[in-house]
Antibody
Framework: EVRLVESGGDLVQPGGSLRLSCEASGFNFVSYWMIWFRQPPGQGLEWVANINQDGSVTHYVDSVKGRFTISRDNAEHSLSLQMNSLRFEDTAVYYC???????????????????WGQGTLVTVSS | AIQMTQSPSSLSASVGDRVTITCRASQGIGSDLGWYQQRPGKAPKLLIYAASTLQTGVPSRFSGSGSGTDFTLTISSLQPEDFATYYCLQDSTYPRTFGQGTKVEI
């Protein structure tokens, strides 16, 4: 069974830092892109960042570029999100997600976000 | 960033109804679109990817269609467990972007 378990969410002051972790089990972690999504309370979903299988390629939404860093430890089957210079608008539930991408040869590669953690709440407040 | 516009933002329906939700992209995205269901207090669940491919284990009453800029999610016969919020998500370009969601209520 695929399991993704986030941890590290907390109450933090604006300008502070926090590190989220995601422990993965039940699948060959090293074979998958991994992603962080977030959802502010009562609002919609937002894609935050992703990282490729060996950690050499990352992408970020503009609002977190230069402040957040996604990383992974394939030996430990873990994904991390280092969040610095936190802002009120970073308050959200953060989800760790697996991308079981589907490759159609000669056609396309499709994201398939098939497994989600339960989420961890980050609250930025003074 | 590509903007995804969903409509309606909410709808009221009854068990057995046929429900249609639309999603429009601000530029062409081919078939790079997924649909997700989120029940209150739960993580989202993938329903459809590549615009029309049903994820394993998802009931066949769910279907997706469209390409380019206009997409549709259809629930052929609404069931009690389908009352939830539905989101479209484009995976054509970075950053990936969601529609604002459609809440399906009784």
């Amino acid at each position: 069974e695929v399991r993704l378990v986030e941890s590290g969410g907390d109450l933090v002051q604006p300008g502070g830092s926090l590190r989220l972790s995601c422990e993965a089990s039940g699948f060959n972690f090293v074979s998958y892109w991994m992603i962080w999504f977030r959802q502010p309370p009562g609002q919609g979903l937002e894609w935050v960042a992703n990282i490729n299988q060996d950690g050499s390629v990352t992408h970020y939404v503009d609002s977190v570029k230069g402040r957040f860093t996604i990383s992974r430890d394939n030996a430990e089957h873990s994904l991390s999100l280092q969040m610095n210079s936190l802002r009120f608008e970073d308050t959200a539930v953060y989800y760790c997600v697996r991308d079981a991408e589907v490759v159609v040869p000669g056609v396309n590669v499709y994201d398939v976000y098939d497994s989600w953690g339960q989420g961890t709440l980050v609250t930025v407040s003074s | 960033a590509i903007q995804m516009t969903q409509s309606p933002s909410s709808l009221s329906a009854s068990v057995g109804d046929r429900v249609t939700i639309t999603c429009r992209a601000s530029q062409g995205i081919g078939s790079d679109l997924g649909w997700y269901q989120q029940r209150p207090g739960k993580a989202p669940k993938l329903l459809i990817y590549a615009a029309s491919t049903l994820q394993t284990g998802v009931p066949s009453r769910f279907s997706g269609s469209g390409s380019g800029t206009d997409f549709t999610l259809t629930i052929s016969s609404l069931q009690p467990e389908d009352f939830a919020t539905y989101y479209c998500l484009q995976d054509s370009t970075y950053p990936r972007t969601f529609g604002q969601g459609t809440k399906v209520e009784i």
